[in-house]
């Protein structure tokens, strides 16, 4: 069996690396990856502790951040589009000319 801590190293990882992708990159599809990232960090953070307690509740919580993890995609590929329409590049720094 593997033990709790290898899994919550794992997932401090992933953490990790989506933290500074969200930090260093200019590109917004890699922005919002990185944020998938930290959501199955977490993910994987609360399904190790729900398994390793023997209760069904982290894997409830998991249950509602995949649907707001879909949301927030449906949402942020609307923006990449919208975005790459009027300004024809995907750089975050661009952003401050959407304004209205």
Known sequence: MIP?????L????????GIIGVVTSRQVIKVLLSLEL???ACNLSFVTFSKFNGDYTGQLIVFFVILVAAAEVAIGLAIVVL???HLSTLQADELRTMKW
Not at 4 to 8: E, S, V
Not at 10 to 17: A, T, Y
């Open 38 to 40: 930290l959501l199955a």
């Open 83 to 85: 975005m790459y329409r």
């Open 10 to 17: 794992l997932s401090g990882l992933v953490f990790s690396i």
């Open 4 to 8: 709790l801590g290898a899994y919550l």
